[in-house]
């Protein structure tokens, strides 16, 4: 009773502070497109709740993602290449709109080699933005992750 309870006041939190600012910084990427996902990601973690592996978490963002109508690509494969050779590879646990990196991770706290990890991804890409989602014990914690280079 007490989880559903928390979640109720989580899903009202959320739902108060989920509207889409009429004012933003200029620089912002992708606000309106960065709100959808990471209401998902909250509308994921307050549904399934904490302890779960990494790829049910997954499963749940890819159909909330499908339901939501937002184009997206899961487990994308992507080249590595240095000139003209493929020296490596990554998998993408997501890449939504064509626009945004987005990666899961579950535990308690994001580590610099999952930040080192997207931003490779960004860079690679020749991408701005990526999310790194955290599913944590406390809910869900995220970072904007931008590729200053591209």
Known sequence: MKHQMNSELVRIYEFREMKIPTTHKPDLLYPELSF???GILFNVDNELG?????KYY??????ALRTSG?????QLYVPL???GNVVGKYFLDFLVEEKIVLELKQGDSFSKKNIDQTLSY???NKLQLGIIAQFTSQGVKYKRI???DS
């Open 36 to 38: 959808k996902i990471v």
């Open 50 to 54: 904490p302890g779960h592996k990494e």
């Open 58 to 63: 997954e499963n749940a963002v890819a159909t």
């Open 70 to 74: 937002l184009q997206y690509k899961q």
């Open 81 to 83: 290449q240095y000139n």
């Open 122 to 124: 960004l860079k690679a």
């Open 146 to 148: 931008v590729n200053l």
